[in-house]
């Protein structure tokens, strides 16, 4: 059984008076005043399954609350559960009633429901409550783009190789313990494997790197031939129980998904190693684990891998809107498509603007310039004049001073929310990730506001 809301707290469970104490009070107080959210919530958690039977696992507002202190502490799900158990200000604040404590599991299956569609109503909501309490308009707004990254290891040929070979050769032994065993024949060769990655990785010659990457393929190759033929049998399978079944028909369409990913690596070692090609980065294999990433280069700084992310910040320091790209594309190219989502969201188009300089072009400033945009700032002029961005030098100035401050929001997104890297699996895992620290950090910020009011 899954409910929205739980019952009212008692009396008898209240808030400490501490600092973080008073923040979580006044995050609960926002949250209460956005309870359309909870039915989204609640269809996250029934996933298409009945509400009126089973266990009473959390609630939607209990789901919620807790992803939202996980964010809020950057907490993991085992420092989480403890803390439920522990702190009278969590439990309070997560509203657990008195017997209640959840388990890490039972967390990361519930937190891990809520979909990027109701995080990204959730901002929404938050929005509409700071335009209603006028603490945000939207009229004032700086504009800049980060690269986060997912969570993989610095990948090179070799290391696409092994990681290859390693993981297809563990599942087809998996498939070969179910009972009867599956009729696919294959020769576990991660041992010469990992030692031909650990020559190419200490070689100090070219022709004992080229050498031993030559092995390292032809073994590759060899284990692509043992998948091709344990994937139909897999597929086929039909064990004792239903669940060897399950189990092998996953096997192979893992084993489907990785033969096509370790086929490509294979391609791109074969050009880059043997026949000294430049591989473009669109075509470039840089994960078996988070395929969907991208490699992020800007400017002279370090090569990332990951997804470039744009942020609109507002007066407020409030996070406004939130674009997580695809590929690597340049800052001057989502502009237009930044007001555009903007005007979108609140009706209109800001009436001042300050952008990095990467976003500066004549093209975007005629855009805004003619969308009724009064002042349109880049703090690197690049061959634009200062009077035709802004009124006059004064504005400019201090337009691309105030632009300066969306670098500390993505700091504090990054330092404190721990937006430096996404620890969630997946492409859709990576925009679930982005949007919940979104969330967490404007009720954070709404709530410092309004206990500053007084």
Not at 64 to 69: D, E, F, K, S, Y
Not at 157 to 162: E, G, V, Y
Not at 346 to 374: C, W, Y
Request: glycine letters at 6%; aromatic letters at 8%.
């Amino acid at each position: 059984m899954r409910r929205k809301i739980n019952r009212q707290m008692s009396i008898f469970e209240l808030m400490h008076t501490s600092a973080i104490a008073k923040e979580l009070r006044c995050i609960s107080q926002i949250l209460d005043h956005t309870p359309d959210i909870l039915d989204a919530v609640h269809r996250d958690l029934l996933q298409g399954r009945r509400e009126d039977t089973g266990r009473c696992g959390l609630t939607a507002d209990q789901v919620l609350r807790c992803a939202v202190l996980k964010q809020y502490r950057e907490l993991t799900y085992e420092e989480l559960a403890f803390y439920l158990e522990d702190s009278v200000a969590f439990r309070s604040f997560a509203r657990l009633e008195m017997g209640v404590y959840p388990r890490k599991s039972i967390l990361q299956d519930s937190i891990k429901s809520l979909t990027e569609s109701t995080w990204e109503a959730l901002h929404h909501l938050i929005l509409d409550y700071a335009a209603g309490t006028k603490i945000e308009t939207g009229k004032k707004v700086r504009i800049d783009s980060t690269a986060i990254e997912t969570n993989i290891h610095q990948p090179t040929d070799s290391s696409l190789l092994w990681d290859g070979i390693r993981i297809m050769t563990r599942w087809m032994v998996e498939g070969h313990q179910l009972r009867p065993r599956p009729d696919y024949p294959f020769s576990d060769h991660r041992r010469v494997a990992k030692k031909r990655a650990l020559t190419i990785l200490n070689a100090r010659k070219q022709e004992t790197r080229v050498a031993a990457y030559r092995d390292l393929v032809e073994v590759a190759r060899k284990v692509c031939g043992y998948a091709r033929e344990a994937i139909p049998v897999l597929g086929a399978y039909q064990g004792d129980s239903f669940q060897d079944g399950c189990t092998a028909h996953l096997l192979a369409q893992k084993l489907e998904r990785a033969l096509r990913i370790l086929e490509k690596v294979i391609d791109q070692t074969e050009r880059r190693v043997f026949r000294d090609e430049k591989v473009p980065a669109s075509e470039k294999i840089i994960s078996f684990f988070e395929s969907h990433s991208d490699i992020i280069v800007k400017s002279r700084r370090e090569t990332e891998y990951g997804h470039k992310v744009f942020f609109t910040g507002g007066a407020s320091n409030l996070i406004l809107d939130c674009v997580i790209a695809r590929g690597n594309p340049a800052d001057s190219e989502q502009y237009i498509d930044l007001l555009e989502r903007h005007q979108q969201r609140f009706g209109t188009m800001p009436r001042q603007i300050s952008a990095d300089g990467g976003f500066a072009s004549k093209d975007n400033l005629s855009f805004a310039k003619e969308h009724l945009v009064k002042d349109a700032v880049f703090s690197k002029r690049r061959g634009l004049g200062v009077l035709d961005m802004a009124k006059s030098h004064w504005v400019y100035k201090r337009l691309k001073h105030f632009r300066a401050g969306i670098e500390a929001n993505i700091s504090a997104l990054k330092r404190r929310f721990g937006l430096t890297r996404c620890t969630w699996s997946g492409w859709r895992g990576f925009r679930r990730y982005v949007w919940s620290n979104v969330v967490s950090y404007n009720l954070l910020v709404l709530a410092r506001i309004e206990l500053a009011k007084g």
